[in-house]
């Protein structure tokens, strides 16, 4: 390659800590894609094509390419901001709003590009209209700002070159080379993981449709998965009415959009639109929930300037009496009001997250009103009727089968436990008929969580002494105690239905009450089908 200049090290103007915070904020390991979208498909970039490209290098191992074929990228040098090109903003912080420079359509605090310093290697090639060309070095960035004990700022190394050394008319290809540390993601693989990402977390998945009608460059992109490429469509996946439809599907939409506005006295303002739909049926339209921050275009995400970034709390927004949860929701607010983390995952807006959060809850308000949420709230309830109608009969008509009951001296109790559950109910009726095999015995807390059932206290013979907050274990089947991960230390007694090898237990009173040896130690045992006056027979004579 023919260089007109020998290459200039170019001082980077911003703090290394400022840098290697940016780099080491990440949301998402693929957000070096979203901030390289929102770089190149900028209105002022004048692209028409824009490709990404995720490959595994030999040397380096994964890794990216970011190619459009917009203006190019010219260098000045210049330390003063106002006299930088938009190269010399590329690698410094000063291309933004923040830095008093007019920014890009979608800049944010001119830190986007910083992501690219998380690789082994970064090249830059671009050229002007007027044919200004340049390549751009940087060697092992990562290494210099996160492997060393006392960390080294990068110093990328400019080439200045004639127009013909590169074979394209004008434009700007990145390589990020061994991104982070080219160790890989699963998206890199995984074609339909990775879409998601890109129409949830990115400018794939556009929301304004008045910026979506002057259009945006062509979005190619490959990986091994797609090997040829694929070219996406920019937009939203909104839920809509219209089309063919699941069967028992009932659909929502805010149509149109809600927009409200909040200001306080100190003059601070902040406008919410809410937009979106709900479904549900929510398979049809791929809304898996993974949990209410963690779900991709499930609950509610927070847009700026139209571009979806992350997930709000939807039951933090959502107003008293909202019928709607998060998992059968695609809602978007967007909101260019309030300032959020540098990783954008969040609103981290002191002042104006008040005002926010007041606006977007009277917008949820708004929806309440709505014919289709009054609608879709009573198709569900109805739904839920009949379903429940539906299980509750079919629980009736099971236990109308049933032939095998519990007794005590002629008192129907229970039917014949088939479970733990069961065995609890039995137990506690028991208890309250005073018919254990105690002289006093009292539940005093029961948890279904991880640990011993209940705690108990309980004396068993007139003479004996009471023990206080006991460890009491409820089984089916005696034996079941070994495959709950149990101490038996911390056990005092197991109540079960029945054992399996009753004949291995030490008999201590009755058929009932026995010891078992376990691990051990010396286990108490009481099993409840064989207490006097329990008996196991039909309900109805024939």
């Not at 004639?162 to 074609?191: N, S």
């Not at 460059?217 to 063919?244: M, N, Q, S, V, Y």
């Not at 879709?376 to 629980?395: G, H, I, S």
């Amino acid at each position: 390659m023919n260089e007109v200049y020998e290459p200039k090290e170019h001082e980077i103007s911003i703090g290394i800590a400022i840098i290697k915070q940016v780099v080491q904020n990440r949301a998402n390991p693929l957000d070096i894609i979203r901030e390289a979208l929102s770089n190149s498909c900028a209105k002022e970039v004048k692209a028409t094509c824009f490709e990404i490209t995720i490959f595994y290098d030999g040397t380096y191992g994964w890794s990216f390419i970011f190619e459009d074929d917009g203006i190019g990228m010219n260098y000045t040098g210049k330390k003063e901001p106002e006299k930088q090109g938009r190269l010399d903003r590329f690698l410094n912080l000063a291309y933004s709003g923040v830095a008093g420079i007019q920014a890009d359509e979608f800049g944010f605090k001119g830190l986007g590009s910083k992501l690219m310093y998380l690789c082994k290697k970064l090249e830059i090639e671009t050229k002007t209209y007027e044919g200004e060309c340049h390549k751009v070095e940087v060697h092992d960035p990562i290494g210099k700002l996160l492997k060393k004990e006392k960390p080294e700022m990068p110093k990328p190394l400019i080439y200045k070159l004639p127009p013909e050394a590169l074979d394209f008319p004008h434009g700007t290809i990145i390589r990020v080379c061994g991104y982070d540390g080219g160790i890989k993601y699963p998206e890199y693989e995984d074609a339909e993981k990775l879409k998601k990402y890109l129409y949830f977390r990115t400018l794939i998945g556009y929301t304004r449709p008045e910026r979506l009608r002057e259009g945006f460059p062509k979005i190619i992109i490959k990986t091994p998965a797609i090997p040829d490429g694929e070219e996406l469509k920019i937009g939203f996946p909104w839920i809509r009415k219209e089309g063919d439809h699941v069967e028992g599907q009932k659909i929502g939409v805010i149509e149109p959009p809600i927009e409200i506005t909040k200001e306080d006295k100190k003059g601070n303002k902040v406008t919410v639109i809410l937009k979106g739909g709900y479904a549900l049926k929510t398979s049809e339209f791929g809304m898996s929930d993974y949990g209410i921050l963690e779900s991709k275009g499930v609950g509610l995400t927070y847009a700026w300037k139209g571009i979806p970034y992350f997930n709000l709390d939807f039951n933090r927004y959502k107003p008293q009496g909202f019928d709607l949860y998060y998992k059968f929701c695609r809602f978007v607010v967007e909101c260019d009001d309030v300032e959020t983390d540098i990783a954008r995952s969040r609103v981290s807006d002191g002042v104006k997250e008040p005002l926010f959060t007041a606006a977007l809850r009277e917008a949820f308000r708004k929806v309440m009103e709505t014919k289709d949420y009054k609608e879709w709230v009573k198709y569900r309830r109805d739904l839920k009727k009949k379903d429940l109608a539906e299980t509750l009969n079919q629980r009736k008509d099971e236990l109308m089968r049933k032939d095998r009951w519990v007794f005590y001296k002629e008192e129907l109790l229970h039917k014949e436990p088939e479970n733990e559950q069961d065995v609890r109910a039995l137990l506690w009726k028991l208890e309250t008929l005073n018919a254990l095999p105690f002289y006093y015995f009292k539940t005093l807390e029961h948890t279904a969580q991880k640990g011993i059932d209940i705690i108990a206290e309980y004396q068993e013979k007139e003479h004996s002494e009471k023990k206080l907050f006991q460890a009491v274990e409820v089984e089916y089947i005696l034996e079941n105690y070994s495959d709950h991960d149990h101490v038996p230390e911390q056990t005092s007694l197991i109540i079960a239905w029945d054992s399996r090898n009753k004949e291995k237990l030490t008999k201590v009173e009755g058929d009932y009450r026995y010891v078992w040896e376990y691990s051990g130690n010396n286990l108490n045992v009481i099993l409840l089908k064989y207490l006097p006056g329990i008996e196991i027979k039909r309900r109805w004579k024939e």
